[in-house]
């Protein structure tokens, strides 16, 4: 019976998805812009950016809107509103930039950055570049880029949009958004609050976020401002004891712990001037700062951590085609348990597009970053790409990345003074792909990337040793994705596969495969647009994976989500009922050999209304 449910899902399309709506069509850019990467007008890069935005009704966190982008592996614990961390093609969170509106978002003490902490409500489309981009954005981006793009207000346009929703387990949300384009500064604002019972006992959680952007010209350019803030609640259940054969959707919710809860807020601020300089070039200055805050409290104690970055930038861009700066980053660890300590680094970077036949570009970019802890870095990149038609686009890139050791990596308190790495260093990856894209008049399209990426110096945690972070000898991933859909103004669908292989090895023995590695996953994207209401559908598929090295520690069994939506547009209003996890999949994303694992929602019904008033 339920792959009878699976197969009727699959043939049901969709137009508006209140979640995200994954676009795997192949198109490249080149980001050439560091501050907010953005688009060259001709396409030109081997990026593979993939694009993927949130449509009608959508509300919740940023993490709902990569749960099917098939370059990242998303991992929640303690539910929809409880920890969400992504990674790309075999690389972890910690190995990913994130971004929000061009301004790195600050990652806690492990490296990690919680995307259930970035709200949905005010978000345009996320692009997520994969692969190595330290040669753009330095230390920790080796996996990747995810780059979340607010609403910015069209020229003489204003616009004011109300939303809420209602979910099971006491889920509600409301989100307001405003945009002013009409007089001298173009403004934009929005709040959200978030809240839920939580699926589990002790998992009830709220989330309250605002955020706004201004910018006006100035002295032949212009001024911006953006600011961004997240206060959060948490219940954390810790897992459940059920064992995972028993859960039916009613065993899981109990908790491993009644009492545990969190609090954290994020905050974003950044300040940017961009002038002319004649003939085609640029002068941009930029200077931000951001923090993130975690109280956390357990049985163990209570524990209060900051994080604070401070960033400056100057850069000159020439007339669109390349772009050469400097950059200047700080971060301080304010902790009540690892102490107090901080870091700095100051970067060189450059990069340039360079055509010398028609459709055929070549991008070279280099940076180069001087920290105070370890050894400089240099991150070259070089990018190809040809694009002979309108049709068809084949691109390829080869690229030195690196991962600076995190403040966990180097002053856990726990681990004893003999156990410690004397020399740990970065870790840094080469990395290959290449790539091939089609979009055909007919509304089919369909692209095919294949990666590599070796790396050395990998930054592991030694359970030996009391978890002391140390480099393992060499670790590689690779895999393939393919993408294969149609499109038309009414109807379209996406059908996506990614194939991955992650190992490592230490000084002796051969390579083992990596933890949370999962070899296949599939996604399905459709959508369909009737005179009477918009009908969608989404469907995700991942293989097992494990908690440990060498399929080690506990096995996360493979599982199938299929999500079903309606909506219907009434004038200004729009209405929306419908629900994820339609089949009721009993799964868990992620697990750990102490608390075990982490159980996520059953089927979860959703509605809501949407409401332009301006």
């Not at 676009?23 to 950016?49: F, H």
């Not at 809420?164 to 384009?181: C, K, Q, R």
């Not at 004893?416 to 870790?427: C, N």
Request: glycine residues 12%; charged residues 20%; proline residues 5%.
């Amino acid at each position: 019976m339920r792959t009878a449910i699976a197969a009727f899902l699959i043939l049901i399309p969709a137009l508006l998805v209140p979640r995200a709506n994954s676009q795997q069509n192949g198109e490249v850019y080149l980001a050439i812009s560091k501050t907010a990467l953005k688009a060259l007008p001709r396409p030109a890069d081997a990026g593979d950016i993939y694009i993927t935005g949130p449509l009608a009704g959508a509300t919740g966190s940023a993490a709902d809107l990569v749960d099917s982008a098939l370059p990242v592996l998303l991992r929640r614990a303690n539910g929809a509103g409880g920890l969400a961390t992504a990674g790309l093609r075999g690389f972890q969170a910690k190995q990913t930039a994130v971004f929000y509106d061009g301004l790195r978002v600050p990652a806690d003490l492990t490296g990690t950055v919680d995307l259930s902490a970035l709200p949905a409500g005010g978000l345009e489309r996320v692009e997520i570049l994969p692969g190595a981009w330290s040669s753009v954005q330095g230390a920790d981006a080796e996996g990747g880029i995810m780059n979340f793009i607010s609403r910015k207000p069209a020229a003489g346009v204003t616009r004011a949009d109300l939303s809420s929703g209602l979910a099971s387990y006491g889920g509600n949300s409301t989100a307001l958004a405003f945009m002013n384009g009409r007089r001298f500064a173009k403004t934009s604002f929005t709040a959200s609050r978030d809240a839920s019972d939580g699926f589990q006992q002790n998992s009830a959680w709220r989330k309250e976020s605002f955020g706004g952007r201004a910018e006006m010209p100035l002295g032949g350019g212009a001024f911006s401002v953006s600011l961004l803030r997240n206060n959060s609640r948490n219940g954390v259940p810790g897992g459940t004891p059920a064992a995972i054969e028993d859960w039916n959707g009613s065993r899981e919710r109990t908790a491993n712990s009644l009492t545990d809860l969190q609090r954290s807020s994020l905050g974003l601020g950044q300040a940017a001037f961009e002038v002319p300089l004649g003939g085609g070039a640029g002068l941009s200055l930029s200077g931000g700062s951001g923090v993130n805050r975690l109280f956390s409290h357990t049985s163990w104690g209570d524990e209060l951590s900051r994080v604070l970055t401070h960033n400056a930038r100057l850069a000159v861009s020439f007339a669109g085609r390349g772009e050469a700066g400097v950059e200047y980053d700080k971060s301080l660890l304010k902790s009540d348990t690892y102490g107090d300590h901080f870091r700095q680094n100051a970067g060189l970077f450059a990069q340039w597009a360079l055509e010398p036949a028609k459709g055929l570009t070549f991008i070279p970019s280099l940076r180069y970053d001087r920290n105070v802890a370890y050894a400089h870095q240099a991150s070259p990149r070089l990018a190809v790409v040809y694009a002979p038609d309108y049709v068809w686009k084949f691109s390829a890139q080869t690229g030195r990345a690196w991962q600076a050791p995190t403040f966990a990596d180097l002053y856990n308190p726990w681990v004893p003074a003999a156990d410690r790495s004397p020399d740990l260093r970065p870790e840094h990856s080469w990395q290959t792909q290449a790539a091939a894209a089609g979009n055909f008049a007919c509304g089919v399209w369909a692209r095919l990337a294949a990666y590599y990426a070796d790396v050395r110096d990998r930054i592991a945690l030694d359970p030996a040793k009391s978890w002391a972070a140390y480099n393992l000898d060499s670790a590689f991933n690779r895999g393939v994705e393919a993408g294969l859909g149609y499109k038309s103004s009414a109807f379209s669908a996406g059908l996506g596969y990614a194939y991955n292989i992650s190992k490592g090895r230490g000084a002796a023995g051969g390579y083992k495969p990596l933890a949370f590695s999962p070899k296949h996953r599939f996604t399905l994207d459709a959508m369909l647009k009737t005179a009477w209401f918009d009908v969608g559908t989404k469907a995700y598929y991942s293989a097992r994976q494990y908690t440990a090295a060498d399929s080690g520690g506990l096995k996360l069994p493979s599982y199938f989500t299929a999500d079903l939506y309606l909506s219907r547009k009434l004038d200004r209003f729009e209405v929306f009922a419908g629900a994820e996890n339609l089949l009721d999949e009993h799964y868990a994303q992620t697990a750990d050999t102490i608390n075990g694992y982490y159980p996520l929602p059953g089927r979860v019904l959703k509605c809501g209304l949407s409401v332009r008033f301006i």
